[in-house]
């Protein structure tokens, strides 16, 4: 989950309530270049990683952003091994 920060507004993305079996390949194509359009447009990213857990797909948005030379800041604590 994500907090996506620019200087004018602050835009929530909250985590998906389905299953992975439930989602076919085109959507989820849709929704990683939508997080990536909004990772692209923020200044920064604020990960709200509860308890320390960042999935998969959060992994690869953040590893977007990096790329992007965004700033992430992150709720808990978070070492990259």
């Known amino acids: 989950m994500f907090l996506y920060v620019s200087r004018r507004y602050i835009l929530y993305l909250f985590p998906a309530f389905y299953k992975k079996e439930d989602i076919d390949e085109k959507t989820k194509k849709m929704l990683d270049e939508m997080h990536k359009q909004k ?36 709720l808990v604590s978070y070492r990259e091994d």
Do not use: D, L, Q
């Open 39 to 74: 990772i692209h447009t923020s200044e920064e990213i604020y990960v709200i990683n509860v308890g320390g857990y960042i999935g998969e797909s959060t992994k690869a948005e953040i590893e977007y952003a990096k790329a992007k030379s965004k700033e992430i800041f992150y």
